[in-house]
């Protein structure tokens, strides 16, 4: 289940941060149009961490839901303060890591109308792996059907694509929920350890506690698929998004420049 967690946080960031790389050198005008897309996918990403805030009581101390800043290339943020104490604050702080994705991927679930349930991969790489393939495969072809439909529908795949492009965890929330998640194992040892000094001292209330945290943990993983399942939706469409909205017209513009300043020469 950590594992999951930690997934959600770096895999589709690293994703994002490569692809942003990339789309920027072969699209000189990449900033601009993410710029401009930020009047809807900042907002969205900002109240996602003010709605953590306000669920597990951390006071929120300044927020901007739309303030691009050239110097740390941020369009908004979201500061709050916590006690390093309260366990309740650090759940609340490795969600806050993950906030943005669970908002987008329910807003694109929304927008995208995919109503089939999440089956979960068997355990190994491989079967993992097909699984990851498949939801990228589905998100794809459901976006396309949709987008085809009619004006109605590719109104909701481009918001949901603007959406995914802006719902993907900063480096400041990665930072945010790996803290929180560290307090969180901390606390899980110290409970796994209660449960054994029961399970010794009284074999009657070890049973009961293991069983408790057993069904709690299969649902929280359950939830951590579902969660993952979303992430890998939102980087899809923000990839597809990047490509259709961004690089293909750039380099159009580029092509026409080139030969435009060609006919000049000549």
């Known amino acids: ?35 401009l897309t930020g009047y809807i996918g900042v907002p969205v990403h900002e109240l996602s961490h003010a709605l953590v805030c306000v669920l597990f009581g951390m006071r929120i101390t ?59 991969p068997d355990s190994g790489i491989g079967h993992i792996a097909g699984w990851l393939g498949g939801v990228v495969v589905g998100t794809a072809v459901t976006a396309w059907a949709q987008a085809m439909s009619g ?37 899980a040892a110290a409970v796994a350890v209660a449960i054994d000094l029961f399970w010794v001292y009284g074999p009657d209330v070890g049973n009961d506690l293991d069983s408790i945290v057993r069904v709690v943990t299969l649902q929280i993983e359950r939830g951590m698929w ?6 890998v939706s939102l980087v899809t469409l923000t990839i597809l998004g990047g490509l259709a909205l961004i690089v293909i017209p750039s380099l159009c513009l580029q092509v026409v420049q080139f030969i435009r300043g060609a006919r000049g020469d000549i």
């Open 151 to 187: 004006p109605v529908g590719f109104g909701a795949v481009l918001l949901a694509t603007i959406v995914s492009m802006h719902a993907i965890p900063s480096l400041a929330d990665i930072k945010s929920g790996l803290r929180g998640l560290i307090v969180l194992v901390g606390f």
């Open 62 to 120: 300044k927020m901007a839901f739309y303030q691009p800043n050239s110097a740390t290339g941020t369009l908004g943020f979201v500061e709050y303060r916590y006690s390093p104490y309260s366990m309740k604050h650090a759940l609340g702080m490795a969600l806050q890591g993950i906030a943005p994705l669970l908002a987008g991927a329910v807003i694109v679930g929304l927008l995208l109308a995919n109503r089939e349930p999440i089956e979960l």
């Open 1 to 35: 289940m950590i594992e999951l967690f930690v997934a959600l946080l770096l895999v589709p960031a690293s994703v994002i941060t490569i692809w942003d790389l990339m789309m920027h050198r072969l699209a000189p005008s990449a900033r601009k149009l993410t710029r």
């Open 226 to 231: 579902g969660a993952l399942y979303g992430a």
